[in-house]
């Protein structure tokens, strides 16, 4: 099955461009990636039938569900999808075994129970059948809301910020639960979420969206660590991006001015004036004592001083002038290790690869 | 008292039906016609019961833009009978059931609708199996209010009904009549009758609600 979305919507000031083409292939997930307000939720609503595009087409397999020129918008009811709702939009006044067979209104009574007795064991809620939305911890209304959405065997799924509604200590477990049941079902599912993590535990492609446009698509681990342009990189939180100056390239390794420092990485594809950003990942960074060895071939290792230490609780956020402003994540012990102050000096150090620049 | 609660128990009976769709429609379209639905809808709770009484008893009397016609095909005269006044209650207490009503069906949450619509429930299945159950304080309190309201109604009666023992006067008639007859034993007794009941109603129909669905 194919999904083929090319369509546009007019939301207030800015109009969402979608164009997908995804092999809709068992188990795959596609992520619909980017901040609040870039369209997302108005792609994934437009795909469920919830809301209908200005113009465009939206086609699965062969089945044409919206073609603004021929007039077709067909209900969400028609399309048999699955669609989880951001917080889950449980019914309050029915029970978990009321949600699972909500849909399986057309089997009969037999076929009901045994269909509700499959999906309650492969979302792991045997025993809760009996129970209200209000009696279910948050990771099982998320289970709740899934079951209502694949017990009618959906062709597709559609989930909209499926981990919001959790508190963050809960988050990373149903990560993983969620993951191994979008596994285990081998439905195709489309994924909304401005969470990286979400987006690299659940996804195997990534669509980036921004202010309505579809920026790059690809597999999730090749656009998060190489994004296509800056504007991507901003999306996906590359936490520093320096502007910077080809001043030469050999064997397709560049070496790039940035500040008063000189990095070498791989080089850009294409032709350019030499005007590139440089793109590093903060956990791609290691600090080392600057009295160390000098840096290992495929190396970068920098001079600096730390600017600022930011503690976020799993780990330290550490800003160093190293010639140019750059972030390092570190753990807490090395940041005792190398005594690691504001002003102290340090060195920097990533691998060639890590470094990844793009034409500006 | 048999008028006025068989009056009473048919507007409120006939008003849910009737006020059903009227109220999802008016709680869910987009349509520029919606204001000027829920003003109509809305005029009883301003006009003076005499005025909607005066317009419903030259439209229904053997001249009028309804009379004529219903007179012309054979049909019964209702200005003065127990009918007359059952078409002005249901005018009167239209906003009464519909106003509550479509305060219900828009504190449903949306996204819990089309979650249904997604699951493949129908629009009908939908309003069936989840709005109607979400929704059944507020609806149980519109019908109490319209049942209440019809029983206490004394304009539109007194305009359409006039005052035929046993067909069309109603407890409110009664107490004016009494009043006038200088019977203020029997005025008593009914107008407390009718403060009793409103009350217990009004206390009733709070116990299962929400808060606002009565002020709504």
């Known amino acids: ?360 | 008292m048999l008028v006025t609660l068989k009056l009473a128990t048919l507007t409120a009976a006939i008003l849910f039906v009737v006020s059903l769709p009227l109220a999802w429609w008016s709680a869910t379209t987009t349509s520029r016609a919606r204001p000027v639905v829920d003003a109509v809808v809305a005029l009883p709770i301003v006009l003076p019961p005499t005025v909607l009484g005066f317009y419903v008893l030259a439209a229904l009397g053997p001249d009028g833009v309804v009379g004529a016609p219903l007179t012309a095909v054979g049909g019964p005269r209702l200005p003065f009978t127990f009918g007359g006044l059952l078409v002005g209650s249901l005018l009167f207490n239209l906003p009464f059931s519909v106003r509550p009503f479509a305060a219900a069906f828009a504190a449903v949450d949306r996204r819990v609708v089309e979650a249904a619509w997604c699951a493949g429930a129908s629009r009908l299945r939908t309003f069936v199996r989840v709005v109607l159950p979400l929704s059944a304080p507020g609806l149980r309190a519109g019908v109490v209010l319209t049942f209440a309201h019809a029983v206490g109604e004394f304009g539109v009666v007194m305009m359409l009904g006039g005052n035929v023992p046993g067909v069309t006067r109603t407890l409110s008639i009664a107490i004016y009549d009494d009043v006038g007859a200088l019977d203020y034993g029997s005025a008593h007794r009914t107008a407390a009758a009718l403060l009793v009941f409103s009350f217990v109603v009004l206390v009733l129909a709070g116990r299962g609600g929400r808060r606002d669905a009565l002020l709504t």
């Open chain 1, 1 to 360: 099955m194919t999904l083929r979305a090319t369509f546009a919507m007019k939301r207030g000031a800015t109009t969402v461009r979608a164009d997908v083409a995804d092999v809709c292939a068992a188990g795959r997930v596609l992520v619909l990636f980017g901040p609040s307000g870039c369209g997302k939720t108005t792609t994934l609503r437009c795909l469920a039938g919830l809301e209908h595009p200005d113009e465009g087409v939206i086609r699965f397999g062969d089945d044409v569900w919206f073609d603004g020129a021929r007039r077709v918008a067909r209900p969400p009811q028609a399309r048999r999808i699955g669609f989880v709702p951001q917080d889950h939009a449980l019914f309050p006044h029915l029970s978990v075994d009321e949600h699972v067979e909500f849909g399986l209104f057309a089997l009969d009574a037999a076929a009901r129970r045994s269909r509700r007795a499959e999906v309650l064991a492969l979302l792991q809620l045997q025993g809760l059948g009996s129970r209200r939305p209000a009696e279910l911890s948050g990771g099982q209304q998320q289970r709740v809301a899934l079951a209502r959405a694949v017990a009618p065997r959906p062709r597709l799924l559609l989930l909209d910020e499926p981990l919001s509604a959790l508190d963050a200590a809960m988050r990373a477990t149903v990560r993983r639960q969620l993951r191994a049941a979008l596994q285990a079902l081998g439905t195709p599912a489309v994924v909304v979420t401005h969470d990286r993590v979400e987006a690299l535990c659940l996804g195997d492609d990534v669509v980036v969206m921004a202010e309505g446009r579809m920026l790059q698509r690809g597999p999730v681990g090749d656009v998060f660590a190489r994004p296509q342009d800056v504007a991507v990189a901003r999306v996906v939180g590359v936490d520093t991006i320096v502007r910077g100056r080809i001043v030469a390239v050999h064997e397709r390794i560049a070496t790039v001015q940035v500040g008063d420092a000189r990095v070498q990485a791989r080089a850009p594809a294409g032709d350019g004036d030499g005007e590139v950003f440089v793109l590093l990942r903060a956990e791609d960074v290691a600090l080392e004592p600057v009295a160390g060895a000098s840096g290992a071939s495929g190396q970068v290792r920098l001079a600096g001083r730390v600017v600022e230490l930011v503690d976020e609780g799993a780990a330290i956020r550490v800003v160093v002038d190293a010639g140019f402003v750059l972030t390092a994540l570190v753990t807490r012990s090395t940041r005792d290790a190398l005594g690691l102050a504001e002003g102290a000096a340090v060195a920097v150090v990533f691998a060639r690869t890590a470094a990844h620049v793009v034409r500006a």
